[in-house]
Nanobody
Framework: QVQLAESGGGLVQSGGSLRLSCTYSGRLFSIIAWGWYRQAPGKERELVAR???????TYVDSVTGRFTIARDSAKSTLYLQMNSLKPEDTAVYYCNAMEGGAKENWGQGTQVTVSS
């Protein structure tokens, strides 16, 4: 099992920036990919960005060019740098770690609110 804890959410004006962090612990050797997801009120949870163990990165189209996912293995920390934030980025952001066999682990979530 993998434990995850997000931090760094908050309230920011449109056009601003935030950096989310996610520290992870537990069965680190079993993780094959890390991701950031978000869920806005009344909407389904969606994948925002994902990085695999061999550093292949993917982004949802709506954040490409604005968000950057990165991981620091030495610190067991996953980051999401969010620039040029828009009101439609407002959501609860969740950190995810996928183990082999498609077992998923989730953090508790952190709120990001972008005011217009």
């Amino acid at each position: 099992q993998v434990q995850l804890a997000e931090s760094g959410g908050g309230l920011v004006q449109s056009g601003g920036s935030l950096r989310l962090s996610c520290t992870y612990s537990g069965r680190l050797f079993s993780i094959i990919a890390w991701g950031w997801y978000r869920q806005a009120p009344g909407k389904e949870r969606e994948l925002v960005a994902r990085v695999t163990r061999d550093d292949r990165v993917t982004y949802v189209d709506s954040v490409t060019g604005r968000f950057t996912i990165a991981r620091d293995s030495a610190k067991s920390t996953l980051y999401l740098q969010m620039n040029s934030l828009k009101p439609e980025d407002t959501a609860v952001y969740y950190c995810n770690a996928m183990e082999g066999g498609a077992k998923e682990n989730w953090g508790q979530g952190t709120q990001v609110t972008v005011s217009s």
